[in-house]
């Protein structure tokens, strides 16, 4: 280690040693108040102590969590820099007012020349002293949390404005090594503080019936969501709850049995599952044909009753719509992990919960029918019908008793659209009121979403009105694509194999991406014209960005063995431009990113932040050049490693955006 080196490590030791040494005066300083406070009975009534005594104690405890992140070295693994000024910022409120139960709220500024973050809880603790007859402006509240703040290698300077806001500015230093750390790693998943089991249920096709446009935001969102739950390493089960079981399947069979009477010994060719489907249908309907739907009802009866030769009528209608539904899959490059786990998974496990919640007394009845009344639902749940058949009630019930008990799940994620949400959330409470679900212990959640409507602002559908399928919306996403292509000449600068990948990475992507990018609770117009337009906040010029990042460093002729060993020998990274600043702020926010998303579930919080990273990244590459060429000659005279890694960073962060979003990027375009 050089000279500079050391020194500089020796400083950086230095400031976090005064960092712990603030940080455990202000723990001492607590616990002695709290004691005073435990042990001072005549002060007031006992009551109002003990609750003075119980919040030090939880500022006790929080400092003291903080305190060991800090002794096991650690800090920078679980601690975004948001999570660091929140700590930083906490020791100064409890510092200046250790009686107050307000917490520290930390943002990023929108406008850069206001810094980089904003401590806005002046303006929370001048609201919680005027309700306790104290007047202070927020101001001088303000001017108090920052002179009680605590060393460290974190701010260079603060700002407060005349409403009482605090600007942090950030160190050069602090981000070069936040920076150098991100690249030394390869840009690794944030540090959770608890791994869980979790599952996501998406997609949910019907079998025999092909997928339409209306699968397609839940297959995408939960697909996502998935991506982003392993990406940070939660144990992920993805389930696709199928409708492969009830009425329809007797129409099916029976249709089976006429049109293809060998099917026990020879498969039955069955090409086009829709047609079928609609040809047992239109049977089923016809006052003409009584005897088909009497055996229709007959096959329901003989299936649920497992006859072997009902079973295997069965499997073959699931398996021929299974393999058209993993085509679908396989287009949109939907995770092969995802499992189907249909109705007819739990069909002998819901005579068992009807017991179960008969014998517990949550059931009445009512018209011969079961019903089970859930506290603040205004309607029943159905659990059997007055001919003793089971409903979806029965087997939504079957299945969270399943994944909370059997599965043992700590979180149960169901991506449907918001109009389910009524019916899942009385699931949900039925569960919690029959003792299979304790929110203390596991957490269900409902991740909604709205319509996809057309470019007329109606439920997206076909000219003559009916739904599209998705099959056909991939195609023509297809060849719009390549029309794209063309109109640039993409397939003439490229070989027949690359234009494929790139046509398919653009049509697919500019699916996936114009649904991610939008907030899933609300409605979006599905137009191509938009999603495939190259400026803007567009998977196509997202795709275009990173491969011509990737490209810079390719064509700079520095290979990546020679990048790694200048990373490795130097301690932090040259920033000196502005532009190269700015764009490593915006590089070390991706964990701060991906836990803000983890949070809410909202990925077009992730989409917002690639897309304004590539913003950044043409900001810095406009006027900060990675290789200077003699303008006479062409010859390269200067190469800026420092750049060429902040180009690998930028397109590092890209990667794993583009990985959690489902959307595969490609090396030419």
């Known amino acids: 280690m050089d000279l500079v080196s050391a020194t500089a490590l020796a400083k950086r030791t230095d400031e976090q040693e005064r960092e712990f040494n603030d940080l455990k005066a202000v723990v001492e300083k607590t616990e002695r108040t709290a004691d005073a406070l435990a042990a001072d009975k005549s002060a007031g009534d006992l009551e109002s102590l003990a609750a003075a005594n119980a919040r030090l104690n939880f500022r006790k405890i929080h400092l003291q969590e903080a305190l060991r992140i800090r002794e096991s070295k650690s800090a920078d693994a679980i601690y975004t820099t948001q999570k660091r000024l929140e700590a930083l910022f906490h020791v100064a409120v409890v510092t200046v007012y250790p009686m107050i139960e307000e917490f520290v709220n930390i943002v990023n500024t929108c406008d850069p020349r206001h810094g980089d973050y904003q401590c806005n809880t002046a303006m929370q603790l001048c609201q919680w002293l005027k309700k306790q007859g104290k007047s202070e402006k927020a101001v001088d509240i303000a001017a108090l949390l920052v002179a009680a703040l605590p060393p460290n290698d974190l701010i260079e300077s603060t700002k407060i404005n005349p409403i009482g806001f605090v600007n942090v500015f950030l160190r050069n230093d602090y981000v070069t090594e936040r920076l150098t750390t991100l690249l030394r790693k390869n840009v690794p998943p944030p540090t959770i503080p608890k791994k869980f089991k979790v599952i996501v249920d998406y997609s949910s096709p019907n079998i025999a019936k092909e997928m339409h446009v209306g699968h397609l935001r839940s297959t995408i969102i939960g697909d996502s969501i998935a991506n982003l739950l392993e990406f940070v390493g939660h144990d992920v089960l993805r389930l696709s709850h199928i409708g492969d079981w009830g009425t329809q399947f007797g129409m099916l069979i029976a249709h089976l049995q006429d049109k293809f009477p060998n099917y026990l010994s020879v498969s039955p060719p069955i090409g086009d599952l829709q047609s079928f489907y609609r040809e047992a249908k239109v049977r089923f309907d016809d006052p003409n044909e ?60 819901m005579k068992d919960v009807v017991k179960q919640l008969d014998e517990g007394g949550h059931l009445k009845l009512e018209d011969g029918r079961k019903l089970m009344f859930v506290p603040d639902c205004p309607i029943p749940m159905t659990v059997v019908k007055s001919d003793g058949g089971f409903t979806y009630d029965t087997s939504d019930m079957a299945t969270i008793r399943h994944r909370l008990q059997v599965e043992k799940c700590d979180w149960n994620i169901y ?25 203390s212990e596991q957490k269900n959640q ?24 998705l099959s056909e919306l991939l195609d023509e996403g297809l060849t719009r694509s390549a029309a794209k292509l063309q109109e640039k000449n993409r397939d003439k600068d490229l070989s027949k194999e690359e234009f494929e990948a790139a046509r398919d990475a653009v049509a697919y992507g500019c699916i996936k991406y114009a649904d ?24 196509v010029y997202l795709l275009y960005a990173y491969t011509r990042i990737r490209a810079i460093t390719r064509n700079s002729g520095v290979s990546a063995e020679s990048l790694q060993e200048y990373l490795q020998a130097t301690p932090r990274l040259p920033l000196d431009h502005p532009k190269e600043f700015k764009l490593a702020k915006k590089l070390i926010q991706f964990h701060e990113v991906i836990l803000s998303v983890l949070e809410s579930l909202l990925m077009n919080g992730l989409c917002d932040y690639v897309y304004e990273l590539s913003c950044v990244f043409t900001e810095f590459y406009d006027v900060c050049y990675c290789i200077e060429k003699d303008r006479k000659t062409g010859e390269i005279v200067r190469i800026h490693k420092h750049r060429l890694l902040l180009c690998e960073a930028t397109s590092a962060v890209m990667d794993r955006c583009f990985k959690i979003l489902g959307i595969t990027p490609v090396s030419k375009m």
């Not at 287009?331 to 189907?340: F, G, V, W, Y």
């Not at 909604?448 to 000219?463: A, H, I, M, N």
Request: net charge positive; glycine share 6%; with cysteine.
């Open 290 to 349: 009584p005897e088909f739907k009497k055996r229709a009802y007959n096959c329901v009866v003989e299936l649920q009753s497992r006859n072997p030769d009902s079973i295997k009528a069965w499997t073959m209608i699931v398996d021929v719509s299974d393999r058209e539904n993993k085509q679908v899959y396989k287009r949109l490059k939907i995770s092969d992990k995802l499992q189907n786990r249909g109705e007819s998974f739990y069909d002998e496990m």
């Open 415 to 439: 991506v449907i659209d918001s109009g389910q949400k009524g019916h899942i959330d009385m699931v949900i409470k039925a569960a919690e009121v029959v003792g299979w679900y304790d929110p």
């Open 516 to 539: 991610l990018s939008k907030n899933r609770i609300s409605d979006y117009i599905f137009s191509f014209d938009k999603m495939l337009e190259d400026r803007g906040n567009t998977a």
């Open 446 to 469: 409902f991740v909604g979403f709205g319509l996809v409507l057309g470019e007329d602002s109606k439920k997206f559908k076909t000219r003559s009105g009916t739904t599209i399928r």
